[in-house]
C-alpha cells in the first residue's frame, strides 16, 4: 500500500576490547524517494557498509527495494566500527523489504563481511562476539564458514557457517530458492577442509634438554616456571640466553579452560592469526617482539577500534625481550603498569578497552653494548660511562618486579663436551620438568584457593607474611638483607614469594633456611653486572 512502512529487525555485535554489546540492526522501508541511510554512530567503515551490501544483494539475484531504506543501529550511543554488521544490516533489509521471514531473522544473530558478489567473509573477534551473545541469552548465530572453528568452541550455541549471502536468505525464507543450487551446502568443515593455521606458538617441541651446560640457570627456570615469576638474564652473547627462554614455554603446564578461552578470544580479536580447528589455545603462548618495537605494538591501540598489543597476545604465556637494553625506555617503562594489574586499558574517545595481560616476562641483556664485560671484563671494549647508560635503560622500579635475575656464562669447550657425555645417557627434558611444575603449581593452588591468585609470583608480599608467617629463624637471612639495604622491601617480598616456589618444588608445606637462601641467590643484586655476587 501507498505509504505504508515495513519494518523488521536483525542482531550483530559491537566489541569494545574484549566486552561487547548486543546491537539490534532495525531497518524501515518507506515509500519516498530511493536512498539508503545508516544511523547509530557507525565509523567509516561500516559506513561504507550500505555499497557493499547493495551489491552483495543485487549480485545474490535477490532485489534490492527500490524505496527509501533507513538502517538504525541501536543503542545509537555505542559506537559502532567494522564491517562485521554487513550480514546482519543486510537480512534486516531483506527482511523488512518482505523477502525474507522477519520472525525467523530476528531469532538470530548475524555476523560476516558481504563481498560485492555476496560472498560472506572471515572478520575478526567471532569468539568474544558469540561469548557477549551467549551472556545475552542468544542461542543462535550464522558465521562465515572461515569462522566456524573459531566459533565452534562457544558451547551451547546453534551456530551455521554460510559462505554466500544466498545461504543466509535460504535459511529464512528467501523467495529466491531457485539461484541456490550453485552455492555450497552448509555443511561443517573437517580440519583436512580447513583452510585454518595450527597455533604458530606452540613450543611444546623445544626441549629443555637440549640446553647443554646451563644446569644452574635451567633449575632458576624451572623455578621461575613453578612460581609464575619474572626473570632476567645477563650474559655475553651466545651464552644461551634465547635458548632458554624459548624454551621456557615448554616447561608450563597447559592452560586451565578458563584460561585458554580467555588467551583465545585475545588472539580472535586481535585477527592477524587463525585458531586451528575445534581448538581452544591450550599451550601457554610465546611472544618475542624485536627491539623496535612501539609501545603501541606492545600495549596495544590504534585508530578505531583498539587492538591488543603483544603483552595480550602473550596472556598466560611468556613474553620474552631479547637485548632488553635496546628497547626504547618508554616501551619498557610501559611494561610496569601491566605488570603489576594483569590487564591494559586502553583510552579511546570512543570508550574504554581493557585487555588481559598476565605474561610472564623474560628479560635477556648483556652487561654491556659489546657484551663481554663478565668476570675480570678484559675483552670488554666499552667505557664505564657506556656501560652505565647501557644498563640504565632497566630502570630501578622495572628491575624491582622482576624476581629472579641471573647471570648466564658462556659455556667453555671442555664444559660442553662434558655435558654432551653426560645428555648421551638419560637426561631430564621438559616433559619431566614440566610434571614437577605442575605439582608444584597445584600445591600453590590448593593453598591459594579461597584467594583470588593462582600462582606465587601473583600474592601480594603482605597476604604471605599475615597469612602464612614464617619462623624468626627461617627469615633470619632475610631481614639481615633488608637491614643492610641489599634488597628493598618490593624485594623482601619477591624473595618470599620465590622461596615459597622452592618450597613447592620439593613438596614442603613451608619454606626453610636453604629456600630463604636459594631465593636471595636467585634475586640477585640490584648490579647488573654482577647480578648473582650479591
Request: some cysteine; hydrophobic content about 40%; glycine content about 8%.
Amino acid at each position: 500500500m501507498p505509504g505504508k512502512k515495513m519494518l523488521a529487525k536483525a542482531y550483530a555485535i559491537s566489541l569494545m576490547g574484549l566486552a561487547g554489546t548486543v546491537v539490534e540492526v532495525e531497518s524501515e522501508i518507506s515509500s519516498t524517494l530511493p536512498g539508503f541511510i545508516l544511523v547509530g554512530l557507525p565509523d567509516a567503515s561500516l559506513s561504507e557498509a550500505k555499497d557493499r551490501v547493495r551489491a552483495a544483494i543485487q549480485n545474490s539475484s535477490l532485489k534490492m527495494p527500490d524505496r527509501r531504506v533507513t538502517v538504525n543501529l541501536s543503542p545509537a550511543s555505542v559506537r559502532k566500527q567494522g564491517s562485521s554488521f554487513d550480514l546482519a544490516i543486510a537480512v534486516s533489509v531483506m527482511a523488512a523489504a518482505g523477502s525474507l521471514r522477519a520472525d525467523s531473522v530476528s531469532q538470530w544473530i548475524h555476523i560476516g563481511e558481504l563481498g560485492l558478489d555476496g560472498s560472506v567473509r572471515r572478520v575478526a573477534g567471532i569468539l568474544p562476539a558469540l561469548l557477549v551473545a551467549k551472556a545475552a541469552g542468544i542461542e543462535n548465530a550464522v558465521v562465515p564458514s572461515s569462522n566456524f572453528a573459531e566459533a565452534s568452541l562457544v558451547d551451547g550455541m546453534n551456530i551455521v557457517p554460510v559462505d554466500h549471502f544466498l545461504q543466509v536468505a535460504q535459511m529464512h525464507g528467501s523467495i529466491a530458492v531457485g539461484e541456490l543450487d550453485a552455492i555450497p551446502k552448509m555443511l561443517p568443515r573437517t580440519p583436512e577442509q580447513s583452510d585454518e593455521l595450527k597455533d604458530p606458538n606452540n613450543f611444546v617441541n623445544l626441549d629443555i634438554a637440549d640446553v647443554l651446560g646451563q644446569e644452574e640457570a635451567i633449575e632458576a627456570l624451572v623455578v621461575a616456571a613453578a612460581g609464575g615469576h619474572h626473570l632476567l638474564m645477563v650474559g655475553p652473547p651466545g651464552a644461551g640466553k634465547t635458548m632458554m627462554a624459548e624454551r621456557l614455554p615448554s616447561l608450563l603446564p597447559d592452560l586451565k579452560l578458563d584460561q585458554a578461552l580467555e588467551t583465545t578470544a585475545v588472539v580472535s580479536i586481535a585477527g592477524n592469526r587463525r585458531i586451528s580447528e575445534g581448538s581452544l589455545l591450550f599451550r601457554p603462548p610465546f611472544e618475542a617482539p624485536h627491539h623496535t618495537a612501539s609501545v603501541s605494538s606492545l600495549v596495544g591501540g590504534g585508530l578505531g577500534m583498539p587492538r591488543p598489543g603483544v603483552i595480550s597476545l602473550a596472556n598466560h604465556g611468556v613474553l620474552f625481550l631479547d637485548e632488553a637494553p635496546e628497547f626504547q625506555k618508554p616501551v619498557l617503562e610501559a611494561l610496569r603498569q601491566p605488570l603489576e594489574s594483569g590487564e591494559v586499558v586502553i583510552n579511546r574517545s570512543a570508550g574504554t578497552a581493557k585487555f588481559p595481560a598476565r605474561f610472564q616476562l623474560v628479560l635477556a641483556a648483556n652487561p654491556c653494548p659489546c657484551g663481554y664485560a663478565i668476570g675480570s671484563g678484559k675483552s670488554c671494549r666499552c667505557s664505564e660511562q657506556q656501560r652505565q647508560k647501557y644498563l640504565a635503560k632497566l630502570s630501578g622500579p622495572l628491575l624491582d618486579r622482576v624476581d629472579i635475575r641471573l647471570q648466564i656464562e658462556s659455556v667453555s669447550p671442555a664444559q660442553m663436551a662434558i655435558a654432551r657425555n653426560k645428555a648421551s645417557g638419560a637426561t631430564t627434558g621438559s616433559r619431566q620438568l614440566r610434571d614437577c611444575v605442575a605439582n608444584a603449581r597445584q600445591r600453590a593452588e590448593a593453598r591459594l584457593a579461597s584467594t583470588p591468585w593462582r600462582t606465587n609470583s601473583q600474592v601480594p608480599g603482605s597476604y604471605l607474611r599475615k597469612h602464612f608467617p614464617l619462623s624468626t629463624s627461617v627469615s633470619e637471612r632475610l631481614e639481615k638483607a633488608l637491614d643492610h639495604g641489599r634488597i628493598s622491601m618490593r624485594g623482601y617480598d619477591r624473595c618470599l614469594r620465590v622461596a615459597w616456589s622452592v618450597a613447592d618444588l620439593a613438596g614442603r608445606d613451608l619454606p626453610n633456611e636453604f629456600d630463604i637462601a636459594k631465593a636471595i641467590f636467585l634475586r640477585g643484586s640490584d648490579d647488573l653486572a654482577g647480578v648473582n655476587n650479591g
